[in-house]
Nanobody, 121 residues
Framework: HVQLVESGGGSVQAGGSLRLSCEIS????????MGWFRQAPGKEREAVAA????????YVADSVKGRFAISEDNAKNVLYLQMNSLKPEDTAMYYC???????????????WGRGTQVTVS
């Protein structure tokens, strides 16, 4: 059973930075894909970034390219999302997701965290 727990959300002024963390309780696959998604009130969930360990490939949505970066600490079983130059439109609940297949930026991951709120004003 895979559990994901996000942290690091909060309130920040426009132009500021935050780093989100996603701790995975158990790695049961030799390779896996992990992603960050977000959902603002009244809007559909959208992909932000993903990383597939099998090929060490990273995917970043155009809406955040150049501002957000995804990374992973294998030793700590933690996925990070570094968010810089934040804008009010980045305000959303941010979710971590994981899957043994390379889901890239698709919304069909099998495992999801409960989310952490990011508010930019």
């Amino acid at each position: 059973h895979v559990q994901l727990v996000e942290s690091g959300g909060g309130s920040v002024q426009a132009g500021g930075s935050l780093r989100l963390s996603c701790e995975i309780s158990l790695y049961i696959y030799s390779s896996y894909c992990m992603g960050w998604f977000r959902q603002a009130p009244g809007k559909e969930r959208e992909a932000v970034a993903a990383h597939y360990t099998g090929t060490a490939t990273t995917y970043v949505a155009d809406s955040v390219k150049g501002r957000f970066a995804i990374s992973e600490d294998n030793a700590k079983n933690v996925l990070y999302l570094q968010m810089n130059s934040l804008k009010p439109e980045d305000t959303a609940m941010y979710y971590c997701a994981a899957d043994p297949l390379n889901r890239k930026l698709r919304d069909d991951y099998n495992y999801w965290g409960r989310g952490t709120q990011v508010t930019v004003s």
